[in-house]
């Protein structure tokens, strides 16, 4: 089993999702030869609680991964709480090597700069190689056309829990990343051992680059480009477990933690025709791109419509893989094995199920999906691309990194009552507001299935307000600056 997840990639990034100048690549092959979802849905529009769920199955509201920061920064002194259960645990105690590289985003310290106590090897992965404990940031430009050098204290690398290069180096990562899951994945299939391998690439977070091994250039310019080699590093990976004669023994899913970052202009992402983005909680901050390929079980070019969320994909691989779901705590996550083996029966069908999805921004309740309709309680605004071109450079060039609207609660949220409704199965876009009047059993339905969510919630403790300076990583602290770089 393999989950490779991109970063900040929009619903509209990819060919295969209807970008007209794109360039197809390997991603959109996964596309053709499985199936490919339009009603996908992260739980949130920012990576740590969007990365929470997904490894656990559950909300990030329950688990406590909200906060006023909205998510873990250098100095949060907490991360993904040791008693969640991640999918990585789960199919290690089935028997599954379980192994990660890239970006985590989960916390990395408590309350001293190496303790490490947050890591991903703490969480279920048995093997973690090169990695990105925080993230890839503006701050890490090295093209030198936004910073003149990176900064270290936002820009390190870790191997496992050893920081190896403070500030790191695009020049080679992603290719490391494809070389090092390539060995993991070898080494398993040597021992004829099932494997799960999470790959969470730094693909296509600003900063933008390309690597040395690469070089790919893109009719959309450097965000093109580094979508071209995120999706080179997956077809390596897919070539190679092809070569190993593992093809049709391996589930594979691609995804994205939200939807693209549009203030950053031509170096963002594209959410093709779904209003917003990264950050706000309209169709395209959260609803993203998902494909799952595995011959001879998923029906290659099927489309699924149905409403889907990344939480399914723990239950769906607990259930694939022989495992149980605890049975203590409430797993958000449906099995969806039945959609996706049956998926020869999904050819044809258009009609939307009536699930509710609940999307919270920190612990505000900002949305539901509900069958064919989405309601929004509050929202951010959201601007016209004409309007965010005009704080951008020429030919598209950002200016800075920003967002429009970013923290809740905040002066720039809006709140509705009665909430703004719309049919995003008609409508997309978001673009027509339905009137509340002629749709209130709706609302009495929603209504319904809030106060039936609200009473069996728990929130977790709050874990993205506290901050703590000691916890800023450093690779030497007798470095003023802390910079270093190892061999």
Same mark, same amino acid.
Request: aromatic content about 12%; some cysteine; overall charge negative.
């Given at each position: 089993?393999?989950?490779?997840?991109?970063?900040?990639?929009?619903?509209?990034d990819?060919?295969?999702?209807?970008?007209p100048?794109?360039?197809?690549?390997?991603?959109?092959?996964?596309?053709?030869?499985?199936?490919?979802?339009?009603s996908?849905?992260?739980?949130?529009?920012?990576c740590?609680?969007?990365r929470?769920?997904?490894?656990?199955?559950?909300?990030?509201?329950?688990?406590?991964?909200?906060?006023k920061?909205?998510?873990?920064?250098?100095?949060?002194?907490?991360?993904?709480p040791?008693?969640?259960?991640?999918?990585?645990e789960?199919?290690?105690?089935?028997?599954?090597a379980?192994?990660m590289?890239g970006?985590w985003?989960?916390?990395i310290?408590?309350y001293t700069?190496?303790?490490?106590?947050?890591?991903?090897?703490?969480?279920?992965?048995?093997?973690?190689?090169?990695?990105?404990?925080y993230?890839?940031?503006?701050?890490?430009?090295?093209?030198k056309?936004?910073?003149?050098?990176?900064?270290?204290?936002?820009?390190?690398m870790?191997?496992?829990? @050893? #920081?190896?290069?403070?500030?790191?180096s695009?020049?080679?990562?992603?290719? *490391? %990343? $494809?070389?090092? !899951?390539?060995?993991?994945?070898?080494?398993?299939?040597?021992?004829?051992k099932?494997?799960?391998?999470?790959?969470?690439?730094?693909?296509?977070?600003?900063?933008?680059?390309i690597?040395?091994?690469?070089?790919?250039?893109?009719?959309?310019?450097?965000?093109?480009?580094?979508?071209?080699?995120?999706?080179?590093?997956?077809g390596?990976?897919?070539?190679?477990?092809?070569?190993?004669?593992i093809?049709?023994?391996?589930?594979?899913?691609f995804?994205?933690?939200n939807?693209?970052?549009?203030e950053?202009?031509?170096?963002?992402?594209?959410?093709?025709?779904?209003?917003?983005?990264?950050?706000n909680?309209?169709?395209?901050?959260?609803?993203?791109?998902?494909?799952?390929?595995?011959?001879?079980?998923?029906?290659?070019? @099927? #489309?699924?419509?149905?409403?889907?969320?990344?939480?399914?994909?723990?239950? *769906? %691989? $607990?259930?694939? !893989?022989?495992?149980?779901?605890?049975?203590?705590r409430?797993?958000?996550?449906?099995?969806?094995?039945?959609?996706?083996?049956?998926?020869?029966?999904?050819?044809?069908?258009s009609?939307?199920?009536?699930?509710?999805?609940?999307?919270?921004?920190?612990?505000?309740?900002?949305?539901?999906?509900?069958?064919?309709?989405k309601?929004?309680f509050?929202?951010m605004?959201?601007k016209?691309?004409?309007?965010?071109?005009?704080?951008?450079?020429?030919?598209g060039?950002?200016?800075?990194?920003?967002?429009?609207?970013?923290?809740?609660?905040?002066?720039?949220?809006?709140?509705?009552?009665?909430?703004?409704?719309?049919?995003?199965?008609a409508?997309?876009?978001?673009e027509?507001?339905?009137?509340?009047?002629?749709?209130?059993?709706?609302?009495?339905?929603?209504?319904?299935?809030?106060?039936?969510?609200n009473?069996?919630?728990?929130?977790?403790?709050d874990?993205?307000?506290?901050?703590?300076q000691?916890?800023?990583p450093?690779?030497?602290?007798?470095?003023?600056?802390?910079?270093?770089?190892?061999?």
């Amino acid at each position: 089993m393999i989950i490779f997840l991109a970063d900040d990639v929009g619903y509209g990034d990819l060919k295969s999702y209807g970008h007209p100048t794109q360039e197809w690549g390997p991603i959109d092959d996964l596309a053709e030869e499985g199936m490919k979802f339009t009603s996908l849905y992260s739980t949130s529009s920012l990576c740590s609680p969007s990365r929470a769920a997904l490894l656990t199955g559950r909300l990030p509201i329950r688990i406590g991964v909200y906060g006023k920061l909205m998510n873990f920064y250098l100095q949060s002194p907490n991360g993904l709480p040791k008693d969640e259960i991640t999918l990585p645990e789960i199919l290690r105690d089935v028997g599954y090597a379980t192994g990660m590289v890239g970006k985590w985003h989960l916390g990395i310290n408590d309350y001293t700069p190496m303790s490490g106590v947050h890591l991903p090897h703490y969480h279920g992965f048995d093997w973690v190689g090169t990695n990105l404990p925080y993230t890839n940031v503006w701050e890490c430009d090295e093209t030198k056309r936004h910073m003149d050098a990176p900064d270290p204290f936002n820009c390190f690398m870790y191997n496992n829990e @050893t #920081i190896i290069q403070q500030p790191f180096s695009h020049q080679h990562l992603t290719k *490391t %990343f $494809v070389d090092e !899951a390539s060995t993991f994945i070898k080494q398993q299939t040597e021992k004829d051992k099932p494997f799960f391998l999470y790959l969470s690439f730094a693909h296509n977070h600003v900063a933008m680059f390309i690597g040395k091994d690469t070089e790919f250039t893109s009719n959309r310019g450097i965000y093109g480009a580094g979508i071209r080699e995120l999706s080179w590093a997956v077809g390596e990976i897919m070539k190679y477990i092809k070569t190993l004669g593992i093809d049709n023994n391996t589930l594979v899913f691609f995804t994205s933690d939200n939807g693209g970052h549009i203030e950053m202009c031509n170096e963002g992402g594209d959410n093709g025709i779904l209003k917003g983005g990264k950050a706000n909680y309209y169709e395209g901050g959260i609803r993203v791109p998902g494909i799952l390929r595995w011959p001879g079980q998923i029906s290659a070019g @099927t #489309i699924n419509s149905n409403i889907v969320s990344q939480m399914d994909m723990f239950t *769906t %691989f $607990v259930n694939l !893989a022989g495992g149980e779901t605890p049975s203590d705590r409430v797993i958000d996550g449906r099995d969806i094995t039945q959609q996706i083996l049956g998926s020869m029966k999904l050819k044809n069908e258009s009609k939307t199920e009536k699930r509710i999805l609940f999307f919270y921004c920190n612990d505000m309740l900002f949305a539901v999906r509900y069958g064919s309709y989405k309601v929004h309680f509050y929202t951010m605004p959201v601007k016209n691309k004409e309007e965010y071109a005009d704080a951008c450079g020429e030919g598209g060039f950002p200016n800075t990194m920003y967002f429009n609207c970013y923290y809740c609660p905040s002066e720039c949220v809006i709140k509705h009552d009665p909430p703004l409704i719309f049919n995003v199965d008609a409508d997309p876009g978001e673009e027509y507001q339905l009137d509340p009047a002629l749709h209130e059993l709706l609302l009495l339905e929603v209504k319904y299935l809030l106060e039936k969510h609200n009473s069996g919630l728990i929130k977790g403790e709050d874990l993205l307000s506290a901050y703590n300076q000691p916890s800023q990583p450093c690779c030497d602290s007798s470095k003023p600056s802390c910079s270093c770089n190892y061999p």
